[in-house]
């Protein structure tokens, strides 16, 4: 059937929303030394809400993004680089007294990072209530947030006024916690922070790393610890991401593990927003994906491919992939 573009005007909003933080990495131009020793950085986007955005819009689904940045030159590069990316960044809001966060992003030899934040504070975090494009979130399927914009107020409030909207419009919820131990006032608080908000997401994506966090060291690698511990009666879909190795899954019907793609990894910076974004942009065209194991599995392997095409080169939003690049890869790693 030819699309005479009827289809578009059935749902005028943006099937993915994502609200957070948005902020420049500098990542220094040599790999595997600190910050002390770099050479020079390269200025990148970054935050992962608005990385999610891109994700998405990269794969051909509709996306918006709400956060705040400064009223500087930082701040409308962040906006224009939504913009060329097809992302509706209508609900951006830019603030005079205060900057664009930056961010420092060391990579290791092996291509992990470690950060350093500048936000004092920072736009993001003072993004306020009566700021939010209600509307806009109202009109969305999915609406996409992590945990960063959780710890300082007016954020914090403006998050959760958010969320209720989300919910009452009948979104999807989804929550990836991004842990940032840095940005926390200590290890409880984020974990309380990011707990506090547990119950209420649809969809969860971790990592083992914050598996470990969140229960206090108990085995990431164990289905009962993840069921037990973090499987909470309103969670239709838990994720725990394992890198290269790909992920596991969980639903209230069943659980199991989907295998990643082996590539040279330069830079993971991004990768787990890919495969959000992937996830997501499957979701947002099946929101009940959830509950069939095939199409769920398909929409992983898919979502493990935009993760693993991401970290062959640097930088988070400059290696995202189109949708074309995907499929390709699946093709080639079936054959």
Not at 20 to 44: C, Q, R, Y
Not at 85 to 100: C, E
Not at 180 to 197: F, K
Not at 318 to 326: Q, Y
Request: aromatic residues 8%; hydrophobic residues 40%; glycine residues 8%.
């Amino acid at each position: 059937m030819a699309d005479d573009g009827s289809s578009v005007s059935l749902n005028p909003g943006p099937q993915v929303m994502c609200f957070g933080e948005l902020l420049i990495d500098f990542v220094p131009t040599v790999s595997g030394v600190s910050l002390a020793e770099a050479p020079g950085f390269k200025k990148a986007p970054g935050g992962a809400p608005a990385n999610v955005a891109v994700g998405v819009t990269r794969l051909g689904g509709s996306a918006a993004f709400l956060g705040k940045v400064g009223d500087d030159e930082f701040g409308y590069m962040l906006a224009d680089i939504l913009k060329q990316n097809n992302v509706d960044n209508s609900g951006m809001r830019f603030d005079k007294n205060a900057r664009t966060a930056l961010a420092f992003v060391t990579l290791r030899a092996d291509g992990e990072r470690e950060f350093m934040f500048f936000r004092n504070p920072s736009a993001d975090m003072l993004l306020t209530e009566a700021e939010l494009d209600k509307d806009l979130i109202k009109k969305s399927t999915i609406f996409h947030y992590g945990s960063i914009s959780l710890i300082h107020e007016p954020c914090k409030s403006a998050h959760l006024a958010a969320m209720q909207v989300a919910k009452k419009a009948g979104c999807i919820l989804s929550y990836d916690p991004n842990l940032r131990l840095a940005l926390w006032p200590s290890p409880e608080a984020a974990r309380t922070g990011i707990m506090s908000i547990w119950d209420q997401a649809d969809v969860i994506k971790i990592s083992e790393e914050e598996i470990e966090f969140l229960t206090r060291g108990e085995d990431p690698h164990d289905d009962k610890v993840v069921l037990t511990k973090l499987f909470h009666p309103n969670t239709k879909l838990l994720i725990v991401t394992e890198g290269p190795n790909g992920c596991r899954y969980y639903t209230k019907d069943f659980h199991g593990k989907v295998d990643g793609v082996k590539v040279k990894c330069v830079d993971t910076t991004g990768a787990g927003d890919a495969f959000v974004g992937g996830l997501l942009s499957s979701l947002a065209s099946n929101p009940q994906l959830f509950k069939d194991e095939k199409k769920l599995r398909d929409a992983l392997r898919f979502a493990n491919v935009c993760g693993a095409i991401t970290v062959t080169e640097r930088g988070a939003i400059p290696s995202l992939p189109t949708k074309e690049a995907v499929l390709k890869m699946l093709e080639e790693t079936k054959a």
